[in-house]
């Protein structure tokens, strides 16, 4: 069952499926978050997007955020969904589900997963607009990574 | 041989998203500089590397039958 937590998708993203992954009944909290497609980042339209994954080690990357967020919220049980392939204004391209026996928990933790996505899970989007296309990198385009490897987030197990 | 992945951009400017090569043992930072030189990559500057799914440094060796994946930053979500 731990696999299908944590899954990349060429398909359309279901809230509904989610939320149903992380309902549990020791539970009284479930926090969503859903990433959309945005039309307009500062002042320059997008077309539509594109979203590349290197599939099998954003799994694994996804399933320690997992690890990660059951580490420093006990008692919460988390599923991540990301889609790939090219999307249009408004799709859905990010669920995260978080379940907690208390919701400011759920709010904490949900956040902590999004920050640890956009850190270190390889997927990528290219953007497409009137005048041509981009790859993105996280987002404002400039973080380098002198260590070869991003070290954001607190990794408390190490 | 090595497998080699590239993502996003470099996939782009190399035209290919996967090169195998027989080159075993190199290091990621001589093999940067081969995809440099043979392979139209312009630069691998904040980019990252995993070798069998985990982040590595430039100074690992890559052996026969590693999977070596070059990451340009990423923007999920």
């Known amino acids: 069952m731990k696999q299908s937590m944590f899954e990349i998708s060429q398909e359309p993203l279901s809230v509904e499926d989610l939320v149903a992954k992380v309902t549990r009944r020791e539970c009284g909290a479930i926090a969503t978050f859903i990433g959309t497609v945005r039309e307009f980042t500062q002042g320059k339209q997008t077309l539509q997007l594109e979203y590349q994954a290197y599939e099998s080690m954003a799994i694994k990357k996804l399933q320690q955020i997992g690890q990660e967020v059951e580490e420093k919220w006990p008692g919460a049980t988390v599923a991540i969904s990301h889609r790939i392939g090219l999307l249009q204004i408004s799709d859905i391209a990010v669920i995260i589900a978080v379940s907690t026996p208390h919701r400011k928990a759920a709010y904490e933790a949900n956040a902590y997963a999004m920050e640890r996505i956009k850190e270190m899970v390889p997927i990528w989007k290219k953007e497409y607009w009137h005048d041509g296309t981009k790859w993105i990198g996280d987002q404002a385009g400039e973080t380098p990574y002198p260590l070869g490897e991003p070290h954001g987030g607190g990794e408390s197990h190490d | ?77």
């Open chain 2, 1 to 77: 041989m090595i497998k080699v992945l590239l993502f996003a951009q470099l996939q782009e400017e190399s035209g290919q998203n996967e090169i195998n090569l027989e080159l075993a043992p190199i290091t990621i930072k001589q093999l940067k500089e081969l995809l440099i030189r043979d392979y139209s990559i312009r630069t691998f500057d904040n980019v990252m590397v995993a070798v069998n799914e985990e982040f590595a440094q430039e100074e690992e060796v890559v052996k026969n039958g590693d999977i070596v994946a070059f990451i340009p930053p990423v923007s999920g979500g």
